[in-house]
């Protein structure tokens, strides 16, 4: 009896499983169809079989001078690549800070922290533009990752990792070891951190590669483009020469980038998942 | 080369805690010595402070000649092994032990010699290419020496370092860790609060409570004349048994008188207690079954409570005009739970303390 609940259970899970799967790949699946298809037949509607246009879609997106892939794939490599690095190193940082000193505004910078945490970017959009372009950064790469080096929701995750996994100890034996503060801290506090540092260097990536609102405010020229904006830029574009085909082409090239990271970095992911559950 | 002089040093933590309110202390040159105390007397806290880990509050601390209130960690020629053995997780066990020269930048050919000799004695040499998560805890614990050996400190410092190991390695790793003092020829500071490893390891044992030292002293003086009840207490195992007793004047000298029992003494330091009561104290193997120790009404005799058989050792568990004694004898001794037996106190072994200061009234 015991043993067939868990094994319907089993198979319950699977179905779910599946169907979920299911829901998450076929929205990946009529995508890189359609990249392969031209707009007519995709006006006629959905086929489970590629198209013969994959070449025709992707010469015609490479060679459109109004959409720049190539230096949108770039700006948004350069800027979630930066935004990721910006945000984990720091985060760790101001992490360890907390977590390995005490000092007398320890309580009040965590609360405040944590109060960023919880304001939405758009309350703050305004201001941010007006300091852009007073600092002269305005229509410039720099403000799309900067703001990064300060990430509340990262150093929590941070924060709550060395709570689980960093003993003191190993900082204090590090120190009477010779080393200073600051090698300690990339020399033994950063490598245990890897698993968490892989996991939120994979969130920022998408949600920095992801970002539509920031951008659109700051970017105007169309050589600094990031991908999101030259996605959005094609629905505005001329009606006439709107070729779905094109489309499903950007954004196939524009999500590339995601899946190679997250391949790269998945490993990790798995062991992040898991992460204060295992504890030695 | 390097004492530890503690002057009139006071802790007192952040929160206001005053932990340590007055220590005096003198650590010898190359000796061993080991502070213990129960839980919390801030036995840890006076290592952190030879450590450089924890600030000194007031007073003066000096290593050698040299005042080390004010000098960091790594410049107070000192090594400590941690009781979780605080090994770097992503470096292998030579990176580990390696790590502290490498930061000095010593050569690479001399780290690598130094590395390996502390490999050598410590019997590490096949898993220097080991993860710390790839081996034992007695192993681990042998990393922590090594990391510290390799550096060849003046002062070497030990906080419960066995404690998280099972009695047998605990017993192997003791007499490890006191050849590694003989050879090394260094002062060492041993934390612990097992009283048997003070008392196998050190050349002297610092018993503390409260932040306050109570006896500082051989483990032979600690165990023949413990200066108060508090370390009469600590200091062997089982503990001494402890009874409230009447002084009483005799034609002989004097008697100490619990429910029969009358202790004889000759010892004039009870003459200013006679009428009043006092702590007696005798230690569980100096509770005799022999007739040869029967002087007067020196004996008990109780029903047993409890035996237990270790083979070389019985032990006896009475109770006897309100206390609970426990007597340690000779495997030999055959006496079941419920069997009445008499013992003597051996009264060249007894100990007698002010009930009111606790402090030990005969030596
Ligand atoms: N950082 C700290 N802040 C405040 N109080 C502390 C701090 N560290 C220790 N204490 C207090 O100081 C006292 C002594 O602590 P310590 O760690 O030295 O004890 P210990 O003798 O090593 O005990 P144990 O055998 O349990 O390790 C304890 O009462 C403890 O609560
Ligand atoms: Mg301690």
């Known amino acids: ?184 801290f990339n020399r033994i506090v950063l490598p245990i951190m890897k698993p968490a540092i892989a996991v939120q260097a994979i969130f920022t990536f998408v949600t920095t590669w992801n970002n539509f609102f920031v951008p659109a405010l700051i970017i105007s020229d169309n050589s600094k483009k990031t991908m999101p904006i030259l996605i959005a830029a094609l629905r505005s574009a001329d009606f006439m020469k709107f070729d779905m085909g094109k489309v499903y082409m950007i954004i196939l090239i524009a999500i590339l980038p995601i899946i190679i990271v997250y391949l790269i970095l998945s490993r990790y992911i798995i062991a992040g998942v898991t992460l204060g559950g295992v504890k030695e | 080369m390097a004492g530890i002089t503690f002057k009139n040093v006071v802790k007192t933590y952040d929160n206001g805690v005053t932990v340590i309110p007055d220590l005096n202390m003198e650590i010898k040159d190359k000796e061993f010595v080991v502070l213990v105390g129960p839980s919390g007397c801030g036995k840890s806290t006076t290592l952190r402070m030879i450590a450089g880990l924890e600030g000194i509050s007031s007073g003066d601390l000096y290593i050698g000649d040299t005042r080390m209130n004010a000098v960091a960690p790594k410049d107070r020629d000192i090594a400590m092994v941690f009781q979780n053995y605080a090994l770097y997780p992503h470096m292998t066990v030579y990176k580990n032990m390696a790590f502290a020269l490498t930061l000095k930048k010593v050569p690479k050919d001399e780290i690598d010699r130094k590395v390996h000799e502390a490999a050598e004695i410590l019997g590490l040499e096949e898993y220097l290419d080991r993860k710390p998560k790839a081996l034992s805890g007695g192993q681990r614990q042998r990393v922590a020496l090594g990391r510290a050996m390799v550096r060849n400190p003046s002062v070497f ?168 004694f426990i007597a340690k004898l000779p495997g030999t001794v055959i006496a079941p739970a419920g069997s009445k037996v008499t013992l003597a106190l051996d009264v060249d072994r007894i100990h007698v303390f002010d009930k009111e200061t606790e402090k030990s009234i005969l030596n």
């Open chain 2, 157 to 324: 410092l030990l906080d419960e370092p066995l404690s998280n190991l099972d009695a047998k390695l605990r017993t192997e790793m003791r007499s490890q860790i006191s050849k590694l003092h003989k050879q090394l020829e260094t002062t060492f500071v041993y934390v612990t609060h097992d009283q048997t490893e003070a008392m196998t390891m050190g050349d002297r044992i610092c018993v503390m409570k409260d932040g306050i030292i109570q006896q500082f002293d051989t483990p032979q003086k600690l165990y023949n004349e413990p200066c108060n009840l508090f370390v009469a207490g600590f200091i062997g195992s089982p503990q001494m048994n402890f009874a409230d007793a009447v002084v009483e004047k005799t034609d002989q000298g004097y008697e100490l008188v619990f429910g029969e029992t009358r202790v004889p003494t000759q010892r004039e330091e009870l003459a200013p207690y006679v009428g009043r009561t006092v702590v007696l104290g005798i230690r569980p193997e100096h509770l005799r079954a022999g007739e040869e120790y029967i002087r007067g009404g020196n004996t008990l005799t109780a029903e047993v409570d409890l035996s237990e058989m270790m083979g070389s050792e019985t032990y006896l568990y009475l109770n006897y005009a309100g206390s609970r």
């Open chain 1, 1 to 184: 009896m015991e043993k067939r609940t868990s094994y319907g259970r089993t198979i319950l899970a699977y179905v779910v499983l599946i169907i979920l799967a299911f829901l998450c790949l076929f929205f990946f699946y009529i995508l890189i169809i359609n990249a392969t298809r031209n707009h007519a037949q995709i006006q006629q509607g959905f086929s489970f079989l590629p198209g013969k246009s994959f070449w025709v879609n992707l010469h015609n997106v490479m060679n459109d001078a109004n959409i720049p892939v190539m230096s949108g794939i770039k700006n948004s490599l350069i800027v979630s690549g930066a935004a990721a690095i910006l945000a984990t190193y720091f985060s760790s940082l101001t992490a360890y800070g907390l977590y390995a000193y005490d000092f007398k505004l320890k309580r009040p910078a965590f609360i405040f922290i944590m109060l960023i945490l919880v304001m939405p970017t758009q309350v703050s959009a305004l201001g941010f533009v007006r300091l852009v372009t007073g600092m002269g950064m305005i229509n410039t790469l720099w403000p799309l990752f900067l703001p990064s080096i300060a990430a509340p929701a990262v150093f929590y995750f941070m924060y709550s990792y060395m709570q689980s996994t960093l003993p003191l100890d190993l900082v204090e034996a590090a120190r009477i070891d010779g080393s200073s503060e600051f090698r300690t």
